[in-house]
């Protein structure tokens, strides 16, 4: 079977197609033939060296896939041969096939597609994370939400509207603009306008009760600047450290340099509260799995559903991760492994 490596540090050009022989799967554990695999924007941080928490080079990214069970593992009795699934591969996704943990398995109902159930499981888990599970989200909230048009940012739309949020404020590029608004939030142009002040003046000078941050450095002050009395700030992401598909350690330094180091009495006068999430390195796998049951609750009464922007042959999986930096993407970006 053939599989993507990133066999060091390096720009897109440096992604490459191997091939490889799968073992069985062990115990408790399934393989699965990859129909798509979801791009994250992490995949792209960690090919230039710069996310943290990845295997040495060489290796294979994709934290998730929807294909097919092809086979099973001894004591695998939950799952059939046969059977459409999404799996949490970790890393490892860009494949062909799969073996994975049968508990980091789920199957898809008939209606969902391999494209939905691809799309959904990093942007929405993550989105759901913040604004539901943290954030308490209700009716009538207000919302700032970051890379307003991308993977996480149309999730995050998606599930503002299901829960009722009163207005969602959306920054990105300005060819965006259309897309976002049709998504239901005020947007804002990334490189022209000030969103602190967009959020102040929309909330009559008080702020909105949630941001979502993925930018960081001093991206992420403006954002905390944004919140009201008893607001919520999610820090989630470090896109500034990775302006394009090149490399930058000057980028990277500027990113950690200028991100804030909050106060906790500051916090505590203003009432204000900051996250940390990273999801892939949430310890605790029930909290996940709760929220993919609850989004797969929301997706069957028609509240959300995942928007794709393109899928790409793997073999073009280059291309799809320069599409990524080039800022083109509206929805989320996924690599076809289906059989031809
Ligand atoms: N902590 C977690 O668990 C977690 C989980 C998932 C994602 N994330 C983070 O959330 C963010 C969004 O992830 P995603 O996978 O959904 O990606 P995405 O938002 O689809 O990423 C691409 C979009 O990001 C915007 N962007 C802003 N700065 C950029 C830059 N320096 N280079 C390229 N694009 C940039 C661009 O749109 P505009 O220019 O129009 O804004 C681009 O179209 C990323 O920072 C990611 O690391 C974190």
Redesign the pocket.
């Known amino acids: 079977m053939k599989k993507v490596i990133y066999p060091k540090i390096g720009g897109p050009d440096s992604i490459q197609i191997i091939e490889e022989k799968l073992d069985n799967p062990g115990k408790n554990q399934v393989k699965v033939r990859v129909h798509r695999a979801g791009i994250?924007?992490?995949d792209l941080?960690m090919r230039q060296g710069l996310y943290g928490s990845n295997p040495d080079f060489p290796f294979t990214p994709g934290y998730e896939v929807s294909g097919e069970i092809i086979e099973l593992g001894d004591d695998e009795n939950r799952l059939e041969i046969g059977q459409r699934v999404i799996a949490m591969t970790g890393f490892g996704g860009y494949s062909e096939e799969v073996i994975v943990e049968s508990n980091r398995v789920v199957p898809i109902p008939d209606n969902i597609s391999f494209d939905q159930a691809a799309a959904m499981p990093?942007?929405y888990g993550?989105a759901y994370h913040m604004l539901v599970h943290l954030g308490g989200l209700k009716e009538g909230d207000t919302v700032l939400v970051?890379?307003?048009?991308?993977?996480?940012?149309t999730a995050a739309a998606q599930i503002c509207k299901a829960y009722g949020a009163g207005l969602i404020i959306g920054?990105?590029?300005e060819s965006?603009k259309e897309f976002v608004e049709s998504l239901g939030m005020r947007f804002v142009n990334?490189d022209k306008e000030d969103f602190v002040e967009v959020c102040k003046n929309m909330t009559g000078g008080k702020g909105v009760h949630q941001a979502i941050d993925?930018?960081a450095g001093k991206h992420l002050t403006r954002s905390y600047d944004a919140l009201r009395n008893g607001g919520k700030l999610h820090c989630?992401?470090?896109?500034?450290a990775?302006?394009?598909e090149k490399r930058s350690l000057i980028a990277a330094f500027k990113m950690w340099r200028n991100t804030p180091k909050f106060d906790p009495m500051k916090m505590m006068n203003s009432n204000k509260s900051v996250f940390g999430?990273?999801?892939?390195r949430m310890e605790d796998e029930e909290i996940f799995s709760n929220h993919l049951a609850d989004l797969g609750e929301l997706m069957k009464q028609g509240k959300i559903n995942p928007i794709i922007d393109s899928v790409w042959r793997f073999e073009k999986v280059a291309d799809a991760q320069r599409h990524?930096?080039n800022?083109?993407?509206k929805g989320?970006v996924l690599l076809d492994f289906s059989p031809n």
């Open positions: 994250n924007f992490a941080m990093v942007t993550t970051h890379h307003a048009a991308g993977g996480v940012g920054t990105a590029s965006k990334r993925p930018v989630f992401g470090a896109s500034s990775v302006p394009n999430v990273h999801m892939g990524i930096h800022r083109k993407n989320k």
